[in-house]
């Protein structure tokens, strides 16, 4: 009978220890106890390190995705020289007064900077007239004074520097001929059969590396000499 009564003392000791123990952890607001009473959910802590990490890890990933961007393009670019690409002279580099924008232009204007860095700049008039010069001197030297300007979608600056070439070199007595899509029209390929001498005029960011090539093919089966090129 005394066991019995010293289990039921040491049970309600027991039992308001417990509760005692767990009033001061509610009361107790950061306690673990305390938070899930309340219903809260913790969520661990993201280190510091993990989110600089993510973030070096993103801008590589898009630098990448750009960049491959730019290496796989298979369109001309404003900094491209075809004298070292086709082995053609290149006779000059217009660019018109006002340009549409496009992706990657800041990559070609620093790659031109750096490649022309300290050399005179000329305006757009200027360069113009020293490709008028050029053809004059390339044509001269086959003794020609017929020239055909060529190349593929000549529209927009390409076409206004294929007009200008016509309008100057007529003051030297050369005629200039404008052949549109030589590879595409049926016409204009018909008209290079008289063609003895050709410039190709190649609209940067819109004509296709391989459809240069296939123009250079196409004029060397037609044994008609590349007297060199222009990008506009």
């Not at 123009?215 to 506009?232: M, S, Y």
Request: proline residues 1%; contains cysteine; negative net charge.
């Amino acid at each position: 009978m005394e066991n019995t009564i010293r289990e039921i003392l040491q049970e309600m000791k027991d039992a308001d220890a417990r509760e005692a123990a767990e009033k001061a952890a509610l009361e107790d607001s950061n306690s673990p106890a305390s938070i899930v009473a309340r219903g809260i959910t913790v969520t661990p802590g993201i280190s510091l390190k993990y989110i600089i990490l993510g973030m070096v890890l993103g801008a590589f990933v898009l630098v990448f995705w750009f960049f491959m961007l730019y290496i796989l393009n298979g369109k001309l670019r404003a900094g491209d020289n075809l004298q070292e690409i086709y082995g053609i002279s290149q006779l000059g580099n217009v660019s018109g007064g006002k340009e549409e924008k496009k992706w990657f232009d800041f990559v070609d204007k620093w790659i031109i900077a750096l490649r022309d860095y300290n050399k005179r700049k000329f305006t757009p008039e200027e360069a113009l007239e020293l490709a008028a010069i050029a053809v004059k001197m390339a044509a001269g030297k086959e003794g020609l004074d017929v020239v055909y300007v060529a190349g593929c979608d000549l529209k927009g600056e390409a076409l206004k520097v294929c007009s200008a070439l016509q309008t100057r070199l007529a003051k030297e007595n050369i005629r200039v001929g404008i052949l549109n899509n030589i590879l595409y029209d049926a016409q204009a390929m018909r008209d290079l059969e008289h063609a003895k001498g050709v410039v190709l005029v190649e609209t940067a960011n819109a004509t296709l590396y391989s459809e240069i090539a296939q123009e250079l093919e196409l004029l060397k089966r037609q044994e008609i000499c590349v007297l060199g090129g222009i990008i506009a």
